[in-house]
């Protein structure tokens, strides 16, 4: 039974005193069109298994910044797009004004992903230096070309530490 049903079921037609089964919940959704959405299994998009080099973590969960382009967080998502369709979503966001300045979709996790998403965050910015751009131990975010983009753009990586989702917290 779908995360819906259940609801109509347990939340709704319960308090009313219904006696339905969830079998006559299900008709009656039919008949009026009312189709339930069944929620996919987590995906995890972070392969810290990877034998690529990591950076210290220099925000410490201090998430806070005294002005723009001090430290800039990133991660990536997923968006469902179709039936059975998933794009792929990363971020960079600012940390003082906690806007999204730089993004990039595409069908996988690739590391120029993550590079496209950076590269609009320093033309947004206007190619600041000296940034921290913090991200978790992800293959993409190890990779030699987003460390080379790092460098040659001369920002300052960041990642959390292994397998805690709070040292990215606001990109998460």
Not at 92 to 105: A, E, F, N, P, T
Not at 119 to 127: D, E
Not at 147 to 165: A, F, I, P, T, Y
Request: aromatic share 10%.
């Amino acid at each position: 039974m779908g995360v819906l049903k259940y609801h109509i079921y347990h939340d709704l037609l319960d308090d009313y005193g219904y006696q339905g089964s969830r079998e006559n919940i299900r008709r009656q959704m039919r008949v009026i069109g009312l189709k339930t959405i069944i929620k996919c299994r987590f995906k995890v998009t972070t392969n810290s298994h990877h034998n690529k080099p990591f950076a210290p973590n220099l925000l410490a969960q201090n998430f806070t910044t005294s002005q723009a382009n001090q430290a800039w967080v990133g991660d990536i998502t997923y968006i469902r797009v179709g039936q059975s369709q998933w794009l792929y979503l990363a971020v960079v966001i600012d940390l003082y004004s906690r806007k999204v300045i730089g993004w990039s979709m595409g069908k996988h996790m690739t590391s120029g992903l993550v590079c496209d998403a950076l590269k609009m965050a320093l033309v947004n910015r206007s190619m600041p230096q000296g940034v921290i751009v913090h991200s978790d131990r992800g293959s993409q975010y190890c990779s030699a070309q987003y460390q080379r983009l790092l460098k040659d753009h001369k920002l300052v990586c960041s990642m959390s530490g292994k397998g805690n989702c709070y040292d990215n917290a606001v990109a998460e």
